[in-house]
RNA sequence: AGGCGGAUAGCUCAGUUGGGAGAGCGCUGCCCUUACAAGGCAGAGGUCGCAGGUUCAAACCCUGUUCCGCCUACCA
């Protein structure tokens, strides 16, 4: 294949346009149906299929895409499922507020009208994120493309609704749950998210009935919920009210009574007055304590949280003065009304601040309601079982490991999880109700509120729609409106993609799969559910490894969110800076358990680095042509040998990495091996030999060359897949691409511990010339007169056995010989280690900041020195201390003491020219 | 309230079984030296949050404490 000529520099939009199609076009990302080959399997994370890339999507998908690229190189059979879920509440949220725009709802257009559009906007706005990703260089499978409503998957839901409910792990009953009264559907407990705020707790006088000038104070947080009372506890042991328990209180503002009751559970008698109000159907703890005492359940608020006016009238029954001022206002203008009411009539005791949570919904940040309403339910405990002993046992691990404890902590506390939702957009619960059997469960009106149907009445589950009554055979059966949580079908994602329930090829063969990557604040939602469904379906853990990656702040440690506007749109700083700097930032700083402050100049810092990769390309490029010549390594010159051993030890630091999921070790090593070492000193060596008129001998340097910088580009591919691939493909290569070259593998014929010895000795002496440079400001064009010699015998060997190396890169001309060999005057001798390098003095030079330097050292190693000293003539080190360490204590002792007398006798001189 | 994580250079962070404090970015000085000014070379900068303890030796282990972040939670 011929070269070509780069540009200066690195333009990375149609590049990777380019190559980007290509791999696909070729087929590289295909998985193979090969039941030999070692699998290595992935599946998404799928993002909500109207949504767009988010920062957070560029991380997750950076992570899973290295990991796949590096096990697709090392030739295992891998697969990388893509797909987006339906997202339920959040897409039938933007269908419907497209609707509102138009002057409709979904409610006049019907729910079938309605679904058929949300299908028409998934179909208009699906792909985006795909594509998105593909931009991204994932190089996912996308043949093998899944939603959770495609048809297979729907199936696989099916099923699990059916085999759960037929074991009685699926059950419908009438509870409280929270409910979104902005999207009217129920949510489950972690969907609700709990929001410190300064609340009031009102303390609230309720009379005896039998005595009405001595009351019970109770307090409370929410008095409009007393018009639902049913009760008022009392701890059973406290003697300042159980005296009181199985008498009755007035109900203020209603024409109630309800009973005092003693319950230890409820009740904390260190709070509030030590007596508490109980609403049964508006909060939790109420529910329960409620169940315990048989209590009536007065629900007073509907599905929009305004208090319902039948409930008021006949169940609660409020005075009938204050009926129409509360039938059907919103809650909080209840409160203050009844508060008014209340201070009015004198039952207001006392208002005081008070600290609390308040539960909001995950999607739309309504505050959530305690509502009483028929729903569906996994019973999650004889699934949570397996589930946490295959994290206890280690058949799944989770990295870092410190979320595993945060896993198990949750599933041992875990509650029955809520999985209908009252939307339209989702999977249809597969249950039917006949009326016919029970005509008084649906009466000839439509059911209640919001079409809930009451839990009283018989569900007939099935796979598919029973058409009609199995008892009666009545056709008068009705479907029920509820859809399920959209986490219900995710929860089967690893299979479910895979073709369960049938027994594909593809399930036999890429199930369980390898790897799970996802960030921390799905691990409950997502991660749990899918270890739990998948043992439970399957038999098998879904997955070996869960690496929990970080979540991206902003550089001041803000989650972004578009509200505060700090967003970092991954798509613009592709554009900006390419979309393998953006891919690099994210790797190098994935530290594990550790969240990101993504700052905008370290992608700049890693687009430099893209371009730095490109020209050190470009040098190579311009030397490519001509002979090269495979000769074995031991007889090669030390720039060749170095930078092999070098490779080595990067190779094998980037597996081992890679292995341990330390995407931020690898990167890191990889920037500076590249940078620091590759370029900073290995092209910097070879240069002359290159650039020479002898061109026999650059034969062999010619080779290492290329093959050490080709296989530098197939170390860095995973990360950075696009500028990789086009310089390859720029260079002399054999194959179609990198993406299906082999990953390296160390190789220990290149380790050459003498090369990078004789190499530090190299880089000492370069560095000490420069810095006599740059302290004496000569520039840097400026040829030196430089002398060289050491005390130790094997530097001294290799010294002059690099010495055109070192004339090279110190720009100077250097004499190797002793000291007292060298002029007495005009030197400035600085030292390193058992060397000293000399530079002439010419012309007018301030030395003082030479002189400074020198003294400064002086004093550092003084200290150090004193202090190796005070260790080693302590009784307590050398008797208790590790031999070694005391060995190595001495030796650094000498070394430094004879860099010191160096060091003196190089002051001492430089005194005399100042 | 409980649990977890963090506090190391101006900023962002490494620091793998305790034994000579590191990187990137930024900053300073000198340079357009034919791969690269998105660059090269050199350099400055740190009582490792605070207080105790264990140890010959602590950024690292233990206890306490302050601040910050996250998650979980039924204190009305």
């Known amino acids: 294949m011929p070269t070509r000529k780069l540009e200066k520099i690195y333009a990375p939009h149609q590049v990777e346009a380019r190559w980007g199609q290509f791999w696909i076009d070729q087929g590289y990302f295909r998985a193979k149906v090969d039941p030999s080959a070692q699998t290595y399997t992935i599946v998404i994370p799928p993002p909500n299929v109207t949504g767009s890339l988010h920062i957070g999507h560029a991380l997750n998908n950076t992570l899973q895409d290295i990991l796949i690229r590096w096990r697709r190189m090392q030739g295992q059979n891998t697969l990388w499922i893509p797909g987006t879920d339906h997202a339920g509440i959040a897409t039938q949220n933007v269908v419907e507020r497209q609707l509102v725009d138009e002057g409709t709802s ?58 759960l409910y037929e074991e009685g792990l699926i059950y419908r009953g009438e509870r409280l749950i929270n409910w979104c009264p902005r999207c009217l559907t129920a949510l489950s407990d972690i969907e609700v998210e709990h929001e410190q705020f300064n609340g009031k707790l009102y303390h609230v006088r309720y009379p005896l009935v039998d005595d009405p000038h001595t009351s019970l104070i109770v307090a409370t947080t929410r008095p409009e919920t007393m018009l639902g009372d049913t009760a008022v506890a ?18 203020p503002l209603t024409t109630r009574s309800i009973q005092i009751v003693g319950d230890s559970i409820l009740v904390d008698r260190e709070f509030g007055t030590g007596a508490v109000k ?90 959530v309601e305690p509502y009483l309403s028929p729903q569906w339910f996994v019973k999650i405990q004889p699934l949570a079982d397996p589930a946490i002993e295959a994290v206890e046992t280690g058949r799944i691990r989770i990295i870092p490991e410190g979320w595993a404890n945060n896993y198990l902590g949750w599933m041992r506390g875990i509650k029955d999880w809520c999985i209908s939702r009252q939307i339209w957009w989702g999977h249809r619960i597969p249950a039917w109700y006949c009326r016919s059997c029970q005509p008084d469960v649906f009466p000839t009106v439509k059911p209640d509120r919001i079409g809930l149907i009451s839990h009283q009445a018989n569900p007939i589950v099935a796979r598919t729609s029973p058409g009609k009554c199995p008892k009666c055979s009545s056709g008068d059966i009705i479907q029920d409106p509820d859809v399920l949580d959209t986490w219900f079908s995710s929860a089967l994602w690893p299979f479910s993609t895979l073709g369960w329930p049938e027994q594909t090829q593809d399930f036999k063969t890429f199930y369980p799969t390898s790897t799970l990557v996802t960030g921390g604040d799905i691990l409950f939602f997502w991660v749990a559910r899918m270890i739990m469904m998948g ?10 490894d869960v690496y929990i990656h970080a979540m991206v702040r902003d550089a001041e440690g803000q989650k972004m969110s578009k509200s505060k506007g700090n967003v970092i749109d991954p798509l613009t700083k592709m554009s900006q800076y390419g979309t393998d700097a953006l891919r690099f930032t994210l790797a190098s700083m994935a530290s594990p358990g550790r969240d990101i402050k993504l700052a905008e100049e370290r992608i700049e810092g890693y687009r430099n680095f893209t371009n730095k990769i490109w020209n050190a390309a470009r040098f190579i490029l311009m030397h490519a042509d001509g002979r090269t010549e495979d000769t074995a390594i031991k007889d ?3 720039g060749d040998r170095w930078i ?51 061109g026999d001998k650059s034969h062999g340097t010619r080779h290492i060359m290329l093959l050490s910088f080709e296989t530098l580009l197939r170390l860095l591919h995973p990360f950075m897949p696009f500028v990789t691939e086009e310089i390859w493909q720029s260079l002399p ?39 006599g440079r740059s302290l004496l400001e000569y520039p840097p064009s400026k040829n030196l007169t430089l002398y060289g010699s050491t005390t130790e015998p094997m530097e001294r060997e290799t010294l002059r056995k690099l010495h055109d190396h070192l004339e090279h890169l110190s720009r100077g001309t250097i004499t190797l010989t002793d000291q007292d060999e060298w002029p007495v005057n005009h ?72 860099e010191l007398s160096l060091l003196s006798s190089s002051e001492y001189q430089l005194q005399g020219m100042v």
Not at 124 to 145: F, M, P, V, Y
Not at 146 to 161: I, K
Not at 662 to 691: G, S
């Open 106 to 163: 979904r409610e006049q257009l019907g729910r079938e009208a309605f679904i058929d559009r949300v299908w028409a906007w998934k179909q208009q706005s699906g792909n985006t994120i795909i594509e998105q990703l593909k931009r991204l260089g994932a190089s996912c499978d996308w043949t093998r493309l899944r939603f959770t409503m495609d048809e297979g998957l729907s199936t696989a839901v099916q099923e699990v609704f059916v085999r």
């Open 234 to 251: 009392v701890h059973p042991e406290d003697p300042r009210h159980n005296h009181l328990i199985g008498k009755r209180v007035q109900l």
């Open 278 to 367: 109980i609403t049964p159907a508006h909060d939790f703890n109420d529910f329960e304590a409620g169940e315990r005492h048989h209590l009536l359940r007065i629900p007073i608020l509907d599905h929009r949280a305004h208090l319902d006016p039948f409930a008021l009238k006949f169940k609660s029954q409020v005075e009938n003065s204050l009926l129409a001022n509360l039938s059907g206002v919103s809650a909080p203008k209840a409160r203050t009304i009844v508060v008014e009411e209340l201070k009015a009539r004198n039952f207001l005791v006392k208002t005081e601040d008070h600290k609390m949570a308040l539960g909001k919904c995950y999607r739309c940040k309504t505050v």
């Open 535 to 544: 043992l439970k379906f399957t038999g098998e853990v879904p997955f070996r």
């Open 636 to 638: 090669r010159p030390l």
């Open 644 to 694: 092999l051993s070098r490779l080595n030890r990067v190779i094998r630091l980037v597996n081992k990495s890679l292995e341990e999921y330390r995407f931020d070790q690898a990167a890191n090593q990889l920037y500076h091996f590249t940078w620091h070492a590759y370029c900073d000193w290995y092209l910097e060596l070879i240069k002359p030999v290159l650039q020479s008129e002898d």
């Open 733 to 771: 290569h054999q194959g179609e691409s990198l993406v299906i070259q082999p990953f390296p593998t160390p190789c220990e014929k290149w380790h050459a511990k003498d090369a990078e010895d004789a190499f530090n000795t190299l880089e000492q002496f370069v560095t000490t010339a420069r810095t």
């Open 827 to 898: 030197i400035l001798r600085l030292v390193v280690g058992k060397t000293t390098v000399g530079l002439q003095v010419e012309g007018e030079v301030d030395l003082k900041k030479a002189l400074g330097r020198l003294q400064k050292q002086i004093q550092a190693k003084q200290k150090e020195a004193s202090r190796l000293e005070s260790r080693l003539s302590s009784s307590d080190f050398t008797a208790k201390a590790s031999p070694d360490v005391i060995q190595e204590s001495e030796t650094r002792l000498r070394s430094l003491s004879q």
